[in-house]
């Protein structure tokens, strides 16, 4: 797996969920999409794109939004939240 437009924060949530859930890399196929990236010397901002998941086993997809500000409760970057969500749902059985 590597991610070249998701901050390593993001990566490193993302890792963090895979061990709540008993789940592995190997499981899952991912790729990112930038939507902006900053000029050149410009000072880094985050990255705002897409990352899309797909299950291995079942080939289910979902796309989430990367980057930008959460004003989630939760401890973890909103797409990880949402991948997690998406989980518990059976969305890639």
Known sequence: MTLRYVHPSEVKDFHTALRQ????????DLSDTPWRL????????PTIGTVTITSRKSGATR????????????????????????VDQGVFD
């Open 21 to 28: 859930r008993g789940l592995g890399l190997g499981q899952f």
């Open 63 to 86: 796309t989430y939004k990367t980057g930008g500000v959460s004003i989630s409760t939760s401890p973890l970057i909103p797409w990880v939240t949402e991948f997690l969500r998406d």
């Open 38 to 45: 900053d000029p050149p010397g410009a000072l880094a901002g």
